[in-house]
């Protein structure tokens, strides 16, 4: 069961383009959370904080257009950190943290790295389109079956398998390697407004709980598998650039190991958080993390999904994360 609970949260996706929970854009806030101090945090001597400064500056890019924030994410542009060590006194010269007083679930997901190309061929398939001229937002579009079948929509490029193009959607953006080798980014347009249907449900009863092998079976049974991903009627369309970022919906770059998906009804999002969970293969994963993505199936005051960055490495990572753990939240002293 409890495989099966974390397959369907896992297709259900974290797609950086919903917006939900009154903490989004709110100032943040701390109710409900309790005092505690920086000795309680399991492994805080221990985390290399010099790496998450760049994640912490995006953070604050977000937070300094709230009063709460300003004068702390002003002190912390001010600084050139030289070592971990001067990085981990100025959080805790700055900085109290918050417990939550229980504990969550965390998940994790990343950037879906495929093979494509400009113009289709015999390798190159499966069209990734553009926004149609006559979508409108906020209406119902075609089923991903009925777009499946139209041959009037505008591809921006073309990969080699509708699995995917699935999981691009379910992620909600990703990088293509043109066959030239140039690096293009598929970032989310618009959305078919259709609902999504986790089709992980159906898998488990096949026995496949990994998101590795949920895309080698999509792959290895096409006529099967295409009947399974048309049951989730939600299609996402992309646009392109060329940045390879994943942005979150704080429209910043996610950084990779740093940043976090959550339910901004609890957690504002830019927060600072300590995480304190486990990496699949259950070694502790404990570290700084930063509020900075949202998804669909990410609901709880204690739930997080952990951005583990692209290709296939984070993949199997992402695949495979299903831990309890906790977070604690970091806020400016004097607030």
Not at 268 to 273: D, K, R, V
Request: a neutral charge; one cysteine or more; hydrophobic letters at 40%.
């Amino acid at each position: 069961m409890k495989n099966l609970i974390f397959l369907i949260l896992l297709l259900a996706g974290c797609s950086s383009v919903e917006k939900d929970g009154v903490g989004y854009y709110a100032t943040p806030s701390i109710s409900g959370f309790k005092a505690t101090s920086f000795s309680k945090l399991p492994g805080f001597d221990d985390d290399d904080f010099l790496e998450a400064v760049p994640a912490m500056k995006n953070s604050c890019m977000f937070l300094m257009k709230q009063k709460s924030w300003k004068d702390f994410c002003v002190r912390l542009n001010q600084q050139e950190f030289l070592s971990s060590e001067e990085v981990k006194n100025f959080i805790q010269e700055n900085m109290i943290p918050y417990t939550p007083g229980m504990t969550g679930n965390f998940t994790g997901y990343y950037q879906p790295l495929v093979k494509g190309s400009w113009v289709p061929s015999f390798e190159f398939t499966v069209p990734v389109y553009q926004k149609p001229a006559d979508l409108v937002r906020g209406k119902k579009y075609d089923t991903r079956a009925q777009i499946n079948n139209r041959d009037d929509l505008i591809p921006i490029l073309w990969i080699e398998h509708q699995a995917d193009l699935f999981l691009l959607q379910v992620q909600g953006s990703g990088i293509v390697e043109m066959d030239d080798g140039e690096l293009i980014g598929l970032h989310f347009d618009a959305s078919n407004e259709r609902p999504f249907y986790a089709i992980g449900k159906d898998l488990a009863k096949k026995g496949i709980f990994n998101m590795a092998d949920i895309r080698d079976w999509l792959i290895a049974h096409p006529v099967e598998g295409e009947r399974l991903m048309n049951k989730n009627e939600r299609y996402i369309f992309f646009k392109h650039d060329s940045s390879i970022d994943a942005i979150g919906s704080m429209k910043y770059p996610l950084s990779a190991g740093r940043s976090m998906a959550v339910d901004t009804t609890y957690i504002p999002m830019g927060s600072f958080l300590w995480l304190d969970t486990r990496y699949p293969n259950k070694e502790p994963l404990q570290r700084l993390v930063f509020a900075q993505d949202t998804g669909k199936a990410i609901k709880g005051k204690v739930r997080g999904d952990f951005f583990f960055g692209a290709g296939d490495e984070a993949l199997h990572l992402a695949g495979r994360m299903n831990s309890q753990g906790i977070y604690y939240i970091l806020y400016p002293r004097g607030n």
